[in-house]
DNA sequence: TGTCAATAGATTTTCGAATATTTTGAATCA
DNA sequence: TGATTCAAAATATTCGAAAATCTATTGACA
């Protein structure tokens, strides 16, 4: 009946989604009595989704006193911005220096894609579309997957997401419109030019731009 | 983090050292009924530790079929020592800009103790001494320490351990007898001096040595 | 009034059994 | 022989309840 897919891989998926997407709140106690109502399952595929959620630092365990999401600052923000930053910027490098048509390819069909959904919902604050999001970070994987370092890779990701949460758990600013698709194309074009400095350095700006406008709000910056 | 109180933390750090150890051999099926006899534990802790080691990258889940233990390769060796060299050559930039003496005094604390270990066991294997690798351990640790990144640390670490298996698996070559003392000991001067291009070079040199050595035998390498 | 101890209640952690899935191997058919 | 089906054995996954631990509250005592 219940393919493929077991209980637990399918909770620690709904709940690292609802803890990225601010649902559930930094701090939040997360019982499992409450978690296993949530999303109808028992205690054991409870407890193992919030173990390999902890690993990823998006819950934080205290023993026998449970879990929590977990608490984020500006220190952190900072931190996280600034090796991603640094991370992100090794892996373009190799990617510029290793990527494939292959890669070339796939960069120019991410940016398609983004720039789609920009265009149907400009209307809206389409940066918290679920579609947009799905082809932004999308983008970014495509940008740094001709790295050829699944390790670093990895890292990537998980930094990304950890980044993903501040940018949902700030009230969209929106101070002054940002041209998301123009920064993306700029960035893409410098790496397809395999022009390694420019679009290491327009990636840093672009993180830094995101991590400037959620600096503003010191929400939950204690 | 207590992980000696609950089972479920014991068994996590009592079967992470038999992997990192090599104690368990990579691809080595983890059953569960196995692992609850080994560490006399129920299935629910042996389960939840296996997903905090699946996160680090230790060990492998199929849904459905199991764990087992992490599979290791020669590219992954390559990409590890690669990326493990970045990171550190980040870390070690920013440790050396920002440390104080505090930074400065762990990092002397830290050297003695490597160094005092290496002369009592100078007759052994001895960097495969318990004590000699936890204070090898601890002077990369402090090496870094300094840098105000804790999310850097964090990857470090884990990268740290990963590598660390991959010497535990390798049959002690011995090839040329090197002056582990010697090279710490130039590593930490340099970081001292501030002399920031010294240390990241001569850090990387120290782990290319230690990978080059395990290049000679390829034993699980595919 | 303030401190401490004891207890009851709430929550986490763990276990053993029940359920679901995969693997094995024998029997059947082409 | 080789492929295929089907049951049973092995294994992984999940559940519900028991055990262990923490928290809040009460009452005794200085």
Redesign the pocket.
């Known amino acids: 009946?219940?393919?493929?897919?077991?209980?637990?891989?399918?909770v620690f998926m709904q709940l690292r989604e609802d803890i990225v997407m601010g649902r559930l709140r930094p701090g939040e106690?997360?019982?499992?009595?409450?978690l296993?109502q949530r999303y109808?399952?028992?205690?054991?595929?409870?407890?193992?989704a919030l173990m390999r959620l902890e690993s990823e630092g998006l819950v934080e365990?205290?023993?026998?006193?449970?879990?929590r999401v977990a608490a984020v600052s500006q220190e952190q923000l900072d931190d996280l911005s600034a090796t991603r930053t640094e991370i992100e910027g090794i892996a373009l490098r190799k990617s510029i220096a290793l990527g494939g048509v292959e890669w070339e390819a796939n960069l120019v069909s991410a940016m398609h894609f983004l720039a789609s959904a920009s265009r149907e919902s400009d209307h809206a604050p389409y940066d918290r579309n679920a579609d947009w999001l799905a082809y932004h970070r999308e983008f970014h994987r495509a940008l740094v997957a001709g790295c050829n370092s699944p390790i670093l890779l990895d890292i990537r990701e998980r930094l990304f997401d950890l980044g993903e949460r501040y940018v949902a758990l700030s009230i969209s600013t929106k101070g002054e419109a940002r041209d998301h698709v123009a920064e993306h194309r700029a960035i893409m074009a410098a790496a397809l030019e395999r022009d390694a400095d420019t679009a290491v350095r327009l990636n840093r700006e672009h993180i830094e731009r995101t991590t400037e406008k959620l600096k503003l709000l010191g929400d939950f910056a204690h």
């Open positions: 009946m219940n393919l493929q897919i077991t209980r637990n891989g399918t106690r997360l019982r499992t009595e409450t296993r109808a399952v028992g205690g054991s595929p409870v407890r193992e365990l205290e023993e026998n006193k449970g879990f």
